[in-house]
């Protein structure tokens, strides 16, 4: 959860605080991840042209598979948030309502 996040940590939550565009800089996510097994991570956030397309494009480089809730990012104006989930359809992230993601077992 990043420190801007509105809902308050309860026990046992991982708190990170993100101050780039992508939760893998300057971070311990990486490790983190590795360290639990994870290798498939469902992404979800503010700003699906910068802080949301950063952090998957940062998984994909580390190997992680990717899939973004459609439904659960966004950014000013449609035509952007459009633009940018289809860019990321051809670097093979799925890209799909969050309930489809989970249902699928995408993620």
Same mark, same amino acid.
């Given at each position: 959860? /990043?420190?801007? =996040?509105? &809902?308050? /940590? !309860?026990?046992?939550? #991982? +708190?990170?605080? @993100?101050? &780039? *565009? /992508?939760?893998?800089?300057?971070?311990? !996510?990486?490790?983190?991840?590795?360290?639990?097994?994870?290798?498939?991570? #469902? $992404?979800?956030?503010?700003?699906? *042209?910068?802080?949301?397309?950063?952090?998957?494009?940062?998984?994909?480089?580390? *190997?992680?598979? +990717?899939? +973004?809730?459609?439904? +659960?990012? =966004?950014?000013?104006?449609?035509?952007? %948030? %459009?633009?940018?989930?289809? =860019?990321?359809? $051809? !670097?093979?992230? @799925?890209?799909?309502?969050?309930?489809?993601? !989970?249902?699928?077992?995408?993620?």
């Amino acid at each position: 959860m /990043s420190q801007g =996040s509105k &809902r308050p /940590s !309860l026990p046992g939550d #991982l +708190v990170l605080e @993100k101050t &780039r *565009n /992508s939760f893998f800089v300057y971070t311990e !996510l990486d490790p983190i991840l590795g360290n639990l097994g994870v290798r498939r991570l #469902l $992404v979800a956030g503010l700003q699906t *042209n910068v802080c949301v397309e950063a952090t998957v494009r940062a998984a994909l480089e580390r *190997n992680y598979e +990717v899939a +973004v809730a459609e439904d +659960v990012v =966004s950014t000013d104006g449609p035509a952007l %948030h %459009h633009g940018v989930l289809d =860019s990321m359809r $051809v !670097l093979y992230v @799925k890209v799909a309502p969050w309930r489809e993601l !989970l249902a699928d077992g995408a993620a």
